[in-house]
């Protein structure tokens, strides 16, 4: 399984590769090349995915450092005036450019604006905000990481033997414009087994804000209604899909039904060599953030790059440069790439009675 995470780091170089410098003649461009170059990045919260605190922060801070750039990297913390505040404090501080995950489009396109208006180059990172003004988006292709998703809850389900299975979507936050990509990449691998009664499905519901507690309460209600009837859990992220496992294991239903997820996590990898959750997606993080943090280091001194790629912004029916990476599914029997690929450590995975586990799924 190690070629496939090879391929993976390959398409991130070819990314980073096909960012070429452009001349810098606009206003903007010369007037960025005037001041000194400060990077602001604004995260969205920590206890949605421990992906953001974990590893994004950290990538970008060791790609900025290694840069030699004055940086400032705060998380909002799911509070949308915190958001709007912590960029106004950005920019009055003289940052030259701007790198935000936004909480929802409508305060992420107000801080971009505020932004643009002052002079201040944007990028946005991960999510895309609709009808927004970011000169770069970087993220991964969202749509194929919802088909992975799709594809392994089959796999489960088939390998299981499952006759019929009845899903459950526990779909992320409605103002994720990721969510909806998420969504439509399962629902095209889905769809048409419910549509040809291979499939039922007995509950889809969005987690505001992908609240992990209010995942718990979101799918205890679908189990109930279900009459305790539940094959397969489409859960759009670890963390979704450990507050299902958490339902699950009080009902003794946990390994019994299969359970997606999404970012590697650690809780995610261990809740897969328990055989509580059936995959995860695997995004590489750190090319995500070195190809974003290429793009921003650009944009601070002055300068712009060609990605080579365009995403339409569905609102606004802009083609927004683009820089789209390729996520990889991870099973019980590829953990341990994840591991050697230095997203998680085995510390953090490998513990207490999972040190047993790692050992037969041939974590070293």
Known sequence: MRKGFLAVGTVGM???GSLTACGDNSDGDQAGSEK???IGVILPDSKSSARWEGADRKFLEEAFKAANVDYDIQNAQGD??????????????????LMIVNLDSGTGKAVLDKAKSQGVVTIDYDRLTLGGSAEYYVSFDNEA????????????????????????????????NNATLFKNGYASI?????????????ADDSVPDWDNAQAATIFEQQLTKAGGKIDGVLAA?????????????????????????????PQGLQNILAGDQ????????????????????????????????????PESGRDVPSVL??????????VKDVIADGFVTKDEVCTGNFAALCTEAGIS
């Open 14 to 16: 070819l990314a980073l």
């Open 36 to 38: 000194t170059p400060k």
């Open 80 to 97: 949308k005036t915190q958001f709007q505040t912590i960029a106004d404090q950005m920019i009055t501080s003289g940052v030259t450019a």
């Open 145 to 176: 990481v919802g088909k992975l998703q799709g594809e392994g809850l089959v796999k489960c389900l088939t390998d299981a033997n499952v006759q019929k299975p009845a899903i459950s979507y526990l779909n992320g936050s409605p103002t994720d």
């Open 190 to 202: 889905l769809k048409p087994k419910f549509d040809a009664g291979e499939y039922t499905q007995v």
């Open 237 to 265: 992220n670890d963390g979704l899909g450990n507050a299902a496992i958490s339902v699950l294991k009080k009902n003794n239903l946990n390994g019994k039904v299969p359970v997606t997820g999404q970012d590697a996590t």
């Open 278 to 313: 059936c995959m995860t997606v695997y995004k590489a993080i750190k090319q995500e953030a070195d190809a974003a943090a290429e793009l921003a280091i650009s944009l601070a001194k002055g300068e712009r790059k060609e990605t080579g790629q365009t995403v339409k912004d």
């Open 325 to 334: 990476l390729t996520p990889t599914a991870i099973y019980k029997e590829n």
